[in-house]
């Protein structure tokens, strides 16, 4: 025989680019299983960061003052007529809340003679307040107080006063008033009583109070 073999027509060729190792696992598609899982991992998460964005709300509204002045603001921006929730637990209002209750005082000696004394009961912050006055003395013949000066904001001076003579008070304990008053004061703001006792010169020695209460309304 001579020259090259043909190949049989019956024979199949060799391949020339084999397969890789037999079980070679491939790239995996995401299953619906896996999928769920993430989500639920996810979906944790967000609620333990649900938790913890409303303790840091609750913190924040409950104790700091600022916050709640903004968000007391914006609802007053939103409409006068939204409501105001009451509390029903007895506890006070917090300082720079509507509803915070303010009541300085004094007490002091007088004589029997004319006598004027000045007393500052205190300071009053910032706010929309409703204001009352008072003083309590022993007997007493003739008495006069007002805020001296009127600071800026209030309406009235609150000014109290017993003028006559012979007056009951002259023999037994009494209360003076003057009438109420709105603070719209935008500044810390000395509370300053000027009391004039026994203005007829004819009473006697004698104590008493002088009161001032004011009610955060705004």
């Known amino acids: ?37 993430s989500l639920n991992a996810c979906y944790d998460s967000i609620q333990m960061m649900e938790q913890i964005l409303s303790k840091v709300m609750v913190d924040l509204i409950t104790n700091d003052p600022a916050v709640i002045a ?52 205190g300071v009053l912050q910032p706010g929309d307040w409703y204001c009352d006055s008072w003083v309590y003395t022993g007997p007493i013949d003739g008495i006069n107080y007002l805020l001296t000066p ?3 904001g209030f309406s009235n001076s609150m000014q109290g006063a017993l003028w006559p003579v012979s007056t009951p008070m002259a023999t037994e304990n ?3 008033m003057g009438p109420p008053a709105q603070a719209l004061i935008s500044v810390p703001t000395a ?7 026994n203005v007829s ?13 004011a009610l955060r309304v705004r």
């Open 1 to 37: 025989m001579s020259g090259n073999p043909t190949m049989p027509t019956n024979v199949v060729p060799m391949p020339t680019n084999w397969p890789g190792p037999m079980f070679q696992p491939g790239a995996q598609s995401p299953s619906c299983f896996s999928q769920l899982a």
């Open 70 to 121: 903004a968000i007391q603001a914006e609802l007053a921006k939103a409409g006068a007529g939204l409501p105001i929730t009451g509390i029903t637990n007895g506890v006070a209002a917090q300082p720079g809340i509507v509803g915070e209750y303010v009541q300085l005082g004094a007490s002091f000696n007088y004589t029997a003679a004319v006598q004027t004394q000045v007393f500052t009961l």
């Open 150 to 152: 009127t600071p800026a």
């Open 201 to 213: 010169a004819t009473g006697t020695a004698g104590s008493g109070t002088i009161s001032f209460s």
């Open 174 to 176: 009494g209360i003076v």
């Open 191 to 197: 509370i300053v009583f000027t009391v004039s006792t």
